[in-house]
Nanobody, 121 residues
Framework: QVQLVESGGGSVQAGGSLRLSCAAS????????MGWYRQAPGEQRELVAT???????NYADSAKDRFTISRDNAENTVYLQMNSLRSEDTAVYYC???????????????WGQGTQVTVSS
């Protein structure tokens, strides 16, 4: 099993910045993709950004001009730098990982428990 530990959430004024981190741990693990999703109250969980092990990225339209996703493969950590935050960015942000293992077939998807981001105007 993969454990994802998120940090960096909090409260910030509109126009400010936050940097989210998510560290993954597991035995004989290779993480192929990591990403960030968010869910506002009463809303569906939605993609924010993903990044593959080779560095290919995918962003939601609302994030692509303001947010940057990056990885440290050696540390199995993904980051989300969020700039120019707006009230509509307020949500619980969840880390996602898709992993393979040295002696197991298939791919496995894991979620963190979420970190709250609140942006006030």
């Amino acid at each position: 099993q993969v454990q994802l530990v998120e940090s960096g959430g909090g409260s910030v004024q509109a126009g400010g910045s936050l940097r989210l981190s998510c560290a993954a741990s597991g035995r004989d693990m290779t993480i192929n993709l990591m990403g960030w999703y968010r869910q506002a109250p009463g809303e569906q969980r939605e993609l924010v950004a993903t990044i593959t092990r080779t560095g290919d990225t995918n962003y939601a339209d609302s994030a692509k001009d303001r947010f940057t996703i990056s990885r440290d493969n050696a540390e199995n950590t993904v980051y989300l730098q969020m700039n120019s935050l707006r009230s509509e960015d307020t949500a619980v942000y969840y880390c996602k990982a898709i992993s393979t293992f040295q002696n197991r077939g298939g791919k496995y998807q894991y979620w963190g428990q979420g970190t709250q981001v609140t942006v006030s105007s």
